[in-house]
């Protein structure tokens, strides 16, 4: 990096502004995945310096740890769109949060109904494998067997 883009960034800093590798850092979301919500819209264009560095405030890194908490939760980024307009409207209506929440709660229950059938399904080929020096494997078997025609 160049002298004068140094100066630039510790320009910004002094505003309080910070850089795309700082706000990753403070935010737990990586550059590249900022880089990606703000292609998405779900924050804003990162403002930029004379030398085209992105700058963030820090409400853009508060943005960023709000996304990063709720795709860990598990939503999807149409729906974090939707909670992120939500957060920051502050005539909103609670019940609008609640009934995403829900639907998502609802989702969620799915998922882990389907795993732990495919758990249990698993557990009992697991359980009927000798497991030894033999070649006949009931795994095997019931992966490769041919679905009945309809």
């Not at 149409?78 to 920051?88: A, M, P, R, S």
């Not at 989702?107 to 006949?136: F, T």
Request: charged letters at 30%.
């Amino acid at each position: 990096m160049c002298a004068r883009a140094v100066a630039e960034l510790a320009d910004a800093r002094e505003r309080g502004y910070y850089s795309i590798g700082r706000a990753a850092e403070l935010s737990g979301v990586t550059a590249k995945m900022i880089r990606h919500y703000e292609s998405l819209k779900l924050i804003p264009k990162a403002a930029r310096t004379a030398g085209d560095y992105r700058v963030y405030t820090a409400g853009d890194i508060h943005k960023l740890r709000f996304i990063r908490r709720a795709r860990r939760l598990g939503f999807s980024i149409d729906e974090i769109g939707t909670l992120l307009g939500l957060w920051q409207n502050e005539q909103r209506a609670s019940k609008e949060v609640k009934r995403l929440a829900l639907k998502h709660v609802a989702e969620l229950d799915s998922k882990i109904e389907e795993l732990q059938s495919m758990r249990a399904a698993l557990a009992d080929l697991a359980a009927h494998c000798h497991g030894d020096h033999r070649p006949d494997c009931p795994i095997l078997d019931d992966l490769g067997r041919l679905p009945s025609p309809e």
